[in-house]
């Protein structure tokens, strides 16, 4: 089955706690990216990722960091969390063409 | 400016009845493509239908279509005999150089409509 999975699914943590969210895809997509989704916001790209080694800001990377080391891979790194990016968390992934972006679950993250 | 406006913040319809959700969007790209995703209480991003920019005809997959007027730069979303089911958010979003391998460009979304379906 085609599918994105994220890890963990919720979470809370305390300011200043590093965390890494996990994302996968099986569909040997070469575009990821990552979104966050705020009341009344919409969903906003984070960081995007064209390929192996290759990632970009997207328009809200402050206090982000992601890596692409392998294809299927492409994990969402908060170095020093804060309240402000307590927030619903998606990965997504598409081919060049783009039909569609496939989305994972989402993360619920909670900093206090 | 926002790229994607959906001026409908809030809807309650009855079942049964259809419902026209409302997109405009603001681009200079020639090739675009236009989306809408429904997102459930339970917090996953749903794909409904997709418009590319080119496309002729409009869009349709099943109850869902999309009303595309492309001098407008309007994409609404039509649900036909609406079911309790369908209460959720939904987003129109754009990617612009649709088709042009530019899938990392990403999705804008707008802010999103919520739609409850009374019975």
């Known amino acids: 089955e085609a599918q994105v999975t994220q890890n963990p699914r919720y979470l809370i943590t305390v300011t200043g706690k590093k965390l890494t969210v996990t994302c996968s895809q099986n569909m040997n997509h070469e575009y990821m990216s990552w979104y966050r989704q705020d009341p009344g916001l919409g969903l906003r790209q984070i960081y995007y990722s064209m390929n192996v080694e290759v990632t970009d800001k997207g328009d809200v990377p402050e206090g982000y960091k992601v890596s692409r080391k392998e294809k299927r891979n492409f994990p969402l790194i908060l170095e020093s969390p804060s309240p402000n990016q307590t927030s619903l968390y998606f990965c997504a992934s598409t081919t060049g063409l783009g039909h569609e972006q496939y989305f994972g679950p989402g993360t619920r993250l909670t900093v206090t | 400016a926002q790229k994607i406006t959906q001026t409908q913040p809030g809807m309650f319809v009855q079942e049964k009845e259809a419902v026209t959700l409302d997109c405009t969007y603001d681009?200079?790209?020639?090739?675009?493509?236009l989306f809408w995703y429904k997102q459930p209480s339970s917090g996953e991003m749903i794909f409904l239908i997709y418009q590319g920019s080119y496309d002729e005809q409009n869009a349709t997959e099943g109850r869902y279509s999309l009303n595309f007027q492309k001098a407008r730069k309007s994409a609404n979303l039509v649900i036909s005999a609406s079911q309790l089911g369908d209460s959720a958010m939904y987003f129109c979003?754009?990617?612009?150089?649709f088709g042009l391998g530019r899938g990392a460009d990403g999705l804008t979304f707008g802010k999103g409509t919520h739609l409850i379906i009374q019975p």
């Open positions: 681009t200079s790209d020639q090739s675009y493509g």
């Open positions: 979003a754009m990617r612009e150089g």
